[in-house]
């Protein structure tokens, strides 16, 4: 080992996301802190920004390791894959999976004297019950006794695997962090929005999907600008759910496909996020970082950015597209201009030193043999 320990990351979210960006960001501040770091990652599943943003980092070494999203018999061959790199890369003193595919294959991975931290980036057990979450409950509990560390990234998260029984004092809680201040040229990013100089712009984003619940957005946007025409939603992502949205949003939207959404996020007058469960979601971050006032579902993570100062209107989790538009129309309409949140509450640096003490203690159990 050169410099610091030596961990590998594996990551298999379903998009580049903030599951990806944490890992991003997480081995940045960790290669810059003196430590060893290597990723394996699958590049069927990963966003164009992704890639570029892997190809940046001076990593120790980097694997590829083609995936599928849904759990079947190919995973058998994904493990074995796995296997194989961490045999070929490693040693590793610490193993590290992102998201509840990597998660488990990590922990059933063969990989010799290194710790196994698992971070979820939101449970599937945060969803509405059923069947599927109660499968999915049932595998992290049997998977949570290969843990070395489980690394929540909110305390509503945290709740949520602690009703589940996993962890117990393994379980931690590390909220995300930004690497950097977000870009706060209003200007430039109206421009690229393409919005008249009076629009009233509500910003939406994230996967297409029904986690997110985009159409529900959709239909909240529409409903305000029938009121208002001055108002209009802006969709930064993609996903199965497109056609669905486009159709309920109609006139009263512009969908920018998937992108970066970091310089835009500035040329917002609000931004909004009618998620049915998040763990901590970089967006909203985002938006609290530049001061935006926030109208967003019940989900994780927001208790803390309340606390940091952010102005968010907090409504249940089921509110209706109606309910929805009227607390945008009365969050533009408010004379209450938030103020940014200091960076060094939301930093990634700050993320990764919790995550090092986190790997130092699993470690350090794991060559007690505990």
Wanted: aromatic share 6%; hydrophobic share 50%; net charge positive.
């Amino acid at each position: 080992m050169v410099g610091g320990r030596h961990c590998a990351f594996f990551w298999s979210s379903p998009s580049g996301g903030g599951s990806g960006r944490h890992v991003v960001d997480l081995a940045r501040a960790l290669i810059g802190s003196g430590h060893q770091v290597s990723l394996i990652w699958s590049p069927s599943r990963a966003e164009p920004w992704f890639e570029a943003a892997v190809a940046a980092l001076p990593l120790h070494a980097s694997g590829r390791l083609p995936m599928r999203r849904s759990v079947g018999p190919w995973d058998v061959a994904a493990l074995y894959a796995l296997n194989r790199l961490i045999a070929r890369l490693g040693p590793f003193e610490i193993v590290h999976g992102h998201s509840a595919k990597a998660g488990a294959l990590v922990r059933l991975a063969h990989a010799p004297g290194a710790a196994k931290i698992y971070t979820p980036h939101a449970l599937p057990m945060m969803g509405p019950a059923n069947l599927t979450t109660i499968i999915a409950g049932a595998a992290e509990a049997l998977l949570a006794r290969s843990s070395d560390a489980i690394i929540a990234v909110s305390e509503k998260e945290a709740a949520v695997a602690r009703r589940w029984g996993l962890g117990g004092n393994r379980l931690h809680v590390v909220p995300n962090g930004l690497a950097s201040p977000p870009a706060n040229d209003r200007l430039a990013a109206r421009q690229i929005l393409g919005v008249p100089n009076d629009a009233l712009v509500i910003g939406f984003v994230g996967r297409f999907c029904t986690q997110k619940d985009p159409v529900r957005f959709a239909n909240a946007v529409r409903r305000a600008n029938a009121i208002d025409p001055r108002i209009t939603g802006v969709m930064i992502g993609n996903g199965d759910l497109a056609s669905s949205v486009r159709t309920a949003g109609g006139d009263a939207l512009r969908l920018l496909g998937a992108r970066d959404a970091g310089p835009l996020m500035a040329g917002l007058d609000l931004f909004a996020m009618t998620s049915r469960y998040e763990a901590d979601s970089y967006a909203m971050i985002e938006a609290a970082a530049l001061g935006l006032p926030i109208v967003c579902t019940d989900v994780g993570g927001i208790g803390r950015l309340i606390h940091a100062g952010a102005h968010i209107d907090r409504l249940p989790v089921d509110a209706s597209p109606d309910h929805l538009a009227e607390a945008m129309r009365a969050a533009l309409a408010s004379r209450v201009v938030p103020l940014p949140i200091a960076p060094g509450l939301l930093s990634a640096s700050r993320m990764a030193e919790q995550t090092v003490r986190i790997y130092r203690d699993a470690f350090a159990r794991r060559r007690l043999g505990g």
